[in-house]
Nanobody, 115 residues
Framework: QVHFVESGGGLVQPGGSLRLSCAASGSISRFYVMGWYRQAPGEQRKLVASVTSGGRTNYVDSVKGRFTISRDNAENTMYLQMNSLKPEDTAAYYC?????????WGQGTQVTVSS
């Protein structure tokens, strides 16, 4: 059982930046692909960025050029650098493997982008 703890969210104005962290209680090397997911109120949880153990990344079009996902396998930690934030980015952000493992969801971290 691996437990993920997300942190780094907060309230930020449009155009601002945040850096989210995902600390795992165990090795993340076992996960070939890990990802950041987000869920806005009334909407489904959606994968927005993923990274392989070798560092290959993918992003949904809405965050390309603004978000950067990375992972540190030695520290069992994953990050999401979020720049040029928009109100549409407002959501609870979660990390998990990709495909997701239901029992591994953490508490999430809330990101609110508002003037």
């Amino acid at each position: 059982q691996v437990h993920f703890v997300e942190s780094g969210g907060g309230l930020v104005q449009p155009g601002g930046s945040l850096r989210l962290s995902c600390a795992a209680s165990g090795s993340i090397s076992r996960f070939y692909v890990m990802g950041w997911y987000r869920q806005a109120p009334g909407e489904q949880r959606k994968l927005v960025a993923s990274v392989t153990s070798g560092g290959r990344t993918n992003y949904v079009d809405s965050v390309k050029g603004r978000f950067t996902i990375s992972r540190d396998n030695a520290e069992n930690t994953m990050y999401l650098q979020m720049n040029s934030l928009k109100p549409e980015d407002t959501a609870a952000y979660y990390c998990n493997s990709m495909p997701e493992i239901m029992g591994y969801w953490g508490q999430g971290t809330q990101v609110t982008v508002s003037s």
